[in-house]
């Protein structure tokens, strides 16, 4: 709802240099989430590892910080750079929990 939210915001009030905030929010709060959910669903042994845990965990830190600053960032406060770039770091590290997650376990679950 956030990211539609977003995305209607700043089409009303032709914000369109803030397009990256829509962007990222259905990126990392619904699509990156859906995927994963799925995967773990599918496949448990992935989700009750500590990989599992760790990406968990990395995503729901990652993400709102890295959402929170490039809102910052986008809209003339140059001093979030910093915090984005912490919160990309994060989230990057997530996606390669992951992905070590899915070979490890998803590979010996077939």
Request: proline fraction near 5%.
């Amino acid at each position: 709802m956030l990211g539609v939210a977003a995305g209607i915001a700043i089409g009303a009030t032709q914000h369109f240099e803030l397009h990256p905030i829509h962007a990222h929010i259905n990126l990392l709060g619904w699509a990156v989430p859906a995927i994963v959910g799925l995967t773990y669903t599918l496949f448990p042994r992935a989700a009750n590892s500590w990989l599992g845990l760790a990406q968990f965990w990395l995503h729901n830190i990652g993400a709102p910080l890295m959402l929170a600053s490039l809102t910052f960032f986008l809209t003339g406060h140059p001093g979030a750079l910093s915090f984005l770039e912490i919160g990309e770091l994060i989230v990057a590290l997530g996606v390669v929990a992951y992905l070590l997650n899915v070979f490890v376990y998803v590979g010996r679950s077939n």
